[in-house]
């Protein structure tokens, strides 16, 4: 039992694997990922053939996985005979469908992405078909329409198939969404998600005054997805899709979901009133305007369309009605309907592949020049109308006779037959129309080619369908009473009625009603012949302008345009407002508990404590008189004096890092320190290509009020935002420490993490984890900024020499004795020789720095930005070019060295069998070094260093090399692309290929 | 000493909000380097001030006295986001001034 329940999940799950490898063949390879996608179809219906002993009798195969246990919710997997017959439909269907793909779809289509969704659709079919848990089934709900989303909008060139897409994603997604609510009311009510659970628990959900609301939330879900009224207008959208996903999805399987929906519910709801009314009315009326808008349409597919939304409604209306007896009619008919409209829907496939329409008006006599597909099309279209030897007669006639039956005495009841009488007779008026106006009368005239037959590969799936229509119709007991028989066992229990499947049952009432129905159909259509002929007339003579899609566009104009009103109403898209409120609001949440405090406590808001504070020193004082005034020039001269503004930052910058080393934070005093340089270098390369702003004559006189009063708000704000803060800090720091964790880091950093440096431990060691999170970062910004600045157009102002550049250039030209650039090359010649000389100091103190950092103040990061600075000195001393020429930094290779060490230096632990970043550690005796000690962290730590210094120096580099790259403008990618990427030939279509911007 | 702090953390986090306010997308920039050492700064002040405490577990060091290694480990951290996030909001104001002929930061050129 066990062993044939794991073939569940692989039943399920192969088609998604399956499709994602199809995805990645080349772009024309239809014979392999036709033959994929069939195999793995073919795999599906044998295991299912396999399978069914399992699950006769009333039987079920269950596995579950443990998903998530802490909250009740597993993964079940689960097949009795319902889910059976389905899972057969799903892959059996779905096996003919891809052959017919093969040869329907053309060669310039994208084909391998069309067989990857259809294998991801089967197999979101299969998981729905195959959950026994309601939550797994809803996972599984969802995907069919993102999956069916995609599929009809596969031609995406063609507008009908993006808002056929968008229709069908919109009111499938929305009966989600209620199908969504409805289950969790029942799990609500019942206690679980388990569907048996949920079904043995009848009793509990009809007591509860919930029943209502769960009832037609799940029938919303139910509807949406199986096109019933009024839900329905999607489908006919629908039919952008390619021919063959609707045969596939729009007949046979997708909107078959909410009839397995129904009928895997149908314990547990039937019989319910709300049900009984809900359920049969909306069949009902389905059933008729679907039967009557079919007969309208001249488009083949269309009245495709609406005959399935009919034939859906139909199986709506018997599972409404709550008797056993229908229950069975409605499992039958969703065989028989899948099997004939499913092979309808590839004859008009093959119809408008061989002819290039699919207008019933222009098509006619087409028998003659299709002789075998005709007969194959006209028996399935008998299947359809109901005619006797074929399956859809002897469902029909089951549906009749239990419109006949007594159900409730209601005036829906008495009136039921006679509908359904009518219903039938549309249904037989368009089939006979199908026939008629297609393969019979004159020659069809002005046809986009000369018609002919397909392929016999092509029309092999719709004969195999049409002889399971013959079959069933003629032997129906031998054939499918079986199987049927298991199906209706799961739904109605071992109590389920006795029925034959017989195909003559004697002048029974119902065959009377049938035999009306089919002379009403017949006469109907040639009374209505002139109209139905007519090129001129309307596809839809009664609905006039009431069309679903005008309501459903005019719905979503006015969600779309109120959306835009409150945007507007509410929102802005400048960056100034937007600001201030997040400022304002991190304000106002800030005081807010101080406020409240000091209403309800009064005197008790924000006070100073009672530590003692740390001795005055006067040089700190000083510090701060300097940094402060820094900070306060920097925010008046940043407008229109941005050099000195970038100094004054610095300066700014200055007090806070030698305010570490005053308070004990030698890590961060370093960091910052080099940092800041890293960051002012940074600006500095930036500001070449900002165009200066200078003061303009409006900007010097009186500024306007509105702009006075601007300020003067942001300026308030500001205060308000600082005086806060401030006083936040001292209320703080004049309170002892609350101890907090810094014991047990100080405890266990020798020992825990082999360092004598608590900082660094703590960052490579204990919070690994963030650290990694953190380099990565790194790494993508650095990555964005390389990405951004490939593309880089400067400001026009800027493009060019700089005004000393020129100044010097003119220089050199006026004079007989010097040549062009020779002032420039000569321009600071001592600092230069210096700062060239510098190179390999600032690496030994990077390389100090890492070494010494587990222990004392340093650290990778520290060591990689000073490695950076070493290399933008190098930049700055001898320019892009001359670096360039001599020096092959590789920023993108140290990133990823960087990244992949962190990583596996983190994985390493799972080989010792810990959790990822756990470290060992160790000292080591080294000849002339002394003891070392080594750390797994100390590789981490080589990482961080790694992708630091590639980082940094791609971000600064890549802005240096603008300079050279915007004076020659045409082969200005590459260049920025040799200078960072790997050497050897692969070197320029490496990192994009297209050749540069400008 | 913390009243010293405590002021020089006001002063950073009015001129860095108030820069950040500006419509200038170099003064925003300035402003948030302004605002970043005003919150590591606060960061590290959550800690308490410590003189002469660092922590680092030299011979006969007295882990009691150490100032709290957790906010430096926060702060260090911080700076190294920051100064991401610095370079990535230069390279978008390069392009946008390339792009936009204006360094408003909404790309337009009104003035404020």
Not at chain 1, 93 to 110: F, T
Not at chain 1, 150 to 168: F, S, V
Not at chain 1, 244 to 262: D, E, Q, R
Not at chain 1, 416 to 444: D, K
Request: proline share 5%.
């Amino acid at each position: 039992m066990t062993a044939a329940a794991s073939y569940l999940p692989v039943l399920a799950l192969l088609p998604f694997v399956v499709g994602m490898l199809v995805m990645f063949l080349p772009r024309h390879a239809r014979n392999g990922a036709a033959a994929l996608a069939g195999g793995t179809a073919l795999a599906g219906v044998l295991i299912t053939a396999l399978l069914y002993p399992k699950v006769t009798d009333g039987a079920v195969l269950r596995q579950t996985w443990s998903w998530l246990p802490d909250i009740g919710l597993e993964l079940t997997w689960r097949l009795d005979g319902l889910s059976w017959l389905f899972t057969l439909l799903v892959t059996g269907i779905g096996a003919l469908v891809v052959l017919y793909a093969r040869y329907y779809m053309a060669a310039e289509d994208p084909v391998p992405r069309f067989f990857s969704y259809l294998l991801a659709f089967m197999g979101s079919m299969l998981g729905l078909v195959l959950s026994g848990n309601l939550i797994q089934l809803l996972f599984f709900w969802e995907l069919t329409s993102l999956l069916s989303f995609l599929l009809i909008g596969y031609w995406h060139h063609n507008e009908n198939a993006r808002d056929g897409a968008r229709m069908a994603l919109t009111v499938t997604g929305l009966g989600g969404f209620l199908l969504l609510v409805g289950v969790l009311i029942v799990g609500h009510v019942v206690g679980s998600f388990d569907i048996d659970a949920v079904i043995a628990s009848r009793d509990v959900l009809m007591a509860s005054p919930l029943v209502t609301p769960a009832i037609l939330c799940l029938l919303a879900g139910a509807f949406a997805k199986s096109a019933q009224f009024p839900l329905h207008f999607w489908l006919p959208h629908a039919m952008a899709a390619p021919t063959p996903v609707s045969a596939y999805l729009h007949s046979a399987t997708m909107v078959k979901a909410g009839i397995y929906l129904m009928m895997r519910l149908w314990p547990l709801m039937a019989g319910n009133d709300t049900w009984y009314y809900v359920v049969s009315l909306a069949g009902l009326v389905t059933f008729l305007l679907g039967g009557i808008a079919a007969a309208f349409q001249y488009d083949l597919k269309g009245i495709l369309a609406y005959s399935t939304i009919s034939h859906l409604g139909l199986i709506t209306l018997l599972l409404g009605l709550s008797t056993p007896a229908a229950a069975v009619a409605a499992i039958f008919h969703t065989l028989n309907h899948a099997t004939f409209k499913a092979s309808l829907f590839m004859a008009a496939g093959v119809i408008d592949h061989e002819t290039g329409t699919r207008d019933i008006r222009r098509l006619s006599g087409l028998l003659r020049h299709m002789p075998y597909t005709g007969t194959l099309a006209i028996v399935a279209a008998g299947a359809m109308g109901g005619v006797p030897l074929l399956n859809g007669f002897i469902s029909k006639e089951m549906f009749l006779t239990e419109t006949l039956a007594f159900h409730t005495g209601s005036l829906l009841d008495r009136l039921l037959p006679l509908i359904a009488t009518l219903g039938s007779a549309f249904s037989v008026l368009y089939s006979v129309r199908f026939i008629h106006q297609v393969f019979f009368g004159p020659e069809a005239t002005d046809l986009p080619r000369k018609p002919h037959e397909p392929v016999s590969w092509m029309r092999l799936p719709i004969e195999l369908l049409v002889l399971i229509c013959l079959v069933v119709g003629i032997i129906p007991n031998l054939s499918v009473g079986p199987l049927l028989r298991t199906a209706v066992v799961a739904v109605l229990g071992p109590e389920a009625p006795r029925f034959h499947l017989e195909l003559w049952h004697g002048f029974t009432p119902a065959f009377m009603l049938s035999l009306v129905a089919m002379a009403l159909g017949a006469g109907l259509y040639f009374a209505l012949y002139r109209r139905l002929a007519n090129r001129e007339a309307r596809d839809r003579p009664w609905a006039g302008r009431v069309r679903a899609r005008r309501i459903f566009d005019g719905i979503m104009d006015g969600l779309f345009a109120g959306a835009g009103f409150i945007t507007r109403l509410a929102g802005t898209v400048r960056l100034q407002p937007q600001l201030f409120l997040v400022v304002l609001a991190a304000v106002a949440a800030g005081a807010a508990p101080f406020a409240y405090h000091a209403l309800t406590q009064a005197g008790a808001g924000l006070t100073l404590g009672n530590r003692p504070l740390t001795p005055i020193s006067v040089p700190f004082v000083v510090v701060w008189a300097f940094g402060i005034a820094s900070a306060a020039g920097a925010a008046i001269l940043a407008k229109f004096h941005r050099l000195a503004a970038l100094i004054l930052t610095g300066g700014a910058g200055l007090a806070v890092c030698l305010t570490f080393v005053w308070l004990s934070a030698p890590d961060l005093a370093v960091t910052q320190l080099l940092v800041e340089i890293v960051t002012t270098v940074l600006l500095l390369l930036g500001l070449r290509w900002l165009p200066a702003r200078v003061a303009s004559k409006e900007d010097l006189e009186r500024a306007k009020a509105a702009v006075v009063v601007r300020r003067g708000r942001d300026l308030v704000l500001a205060l308000l935002a600082g005086g806060g803060m401030a006083a936040l800090a001292l209320a703080a720091m004049t309170r002892p420490p609350t101890g907090g964790i810094a014991q047990f880091f100080n405890a266990n950093a020798l020992e825990g993490g082999g360092g004598r440096n608590v900082v660094n431990v703590i960052l490579v060691d204990f919070r690994g984890f963030d650290t990694m999170g953190e380099i990565t970062v790194l790494a993508i910004v650095a990555l964005t900024v390389f990405a951004l600045l490939r593309r880089f157009r400067p400001a026009r102002e800027v493009v060019g020499s700089t005004r000393q550049q020129r100044r010097q250039d003119a220089y050199d030209e006026a004079r007989a004795d010097r040549e062009v650039g020779d002032t420039a090359r000569d321009y600071l010649f001592v600092p230069r020789v210096v700062m060239h000389l510098l190179f390999p100091m600032i690496t030994l103190l990077a390389i100090h720095l890492f070494m010494r950092g587990h222990d004392e103040p340093g650290g990778g990061f520290a060591a990689g930005v000073a490695m950076a600075i070493a290399f933008i000195i190098q930049y700055m001393a001898r320019g892009t070019r001359w670096v360039e020429e001599r020096l092959r930094v590789l920023p993108l290779i140290w990133i990823g060295l960087g990244l992949l060490l962190a990583a596996a230096t983190g994985l390493g632990a799972w080989f010792f069998g810990r959790p990822f970043l756990t470290s060992a550690h160790g000292h080591v005796h080294v000849p002339l070094l002394g003891e070392l000690s080594l750390a797994s962290a100390t590789l981490f730590d080589l990482g961080v260093f790694s992708l630091v210094i590639g980082a940094t120096v791609i971000m600064l580099i890549a802005l240096a090399h603008q300079s050279i790259r915007s004076a020659r403008s045409g082969h200005s990618a590459e260049e920025l692309e040799g200078a960072t990427s790997a050497p050897g030939p692969e070197r320029t279509p490496k990192l994009g290929g297209e050749a540069g911007g400008d | 000493m913390e009243i010293v702090v405590a002021i020089g953390i006001g002063v950073l986090t009015t001129t860095g909000v108030y820069l950040l306010l500006r419509p200038r997308t170099f003064q925003v920039i300035i402003g948030l380097s302004l605002l970043t050492y005003a919150v590591n700064l606060f960061i590290l002040a959550m800690g308490r001030l410590v003189v002469g405490g660092a922590p680092l577990l030299t011979e006969g060091a007295d882990p009691g006295k150490f100032a709290d290694p957790v906010p430096q480990s926060l702060v260090l951290t911080s700076i190294v986001i920051s100064f991401s996030m610095t370079a990535l909001f230069l390279v978008v104001l390069l392009a946008a001034r390339g792009l936009t002929g204006t360094d408003h930061v909404d790309g337009d050129g009104m003035t404020t």
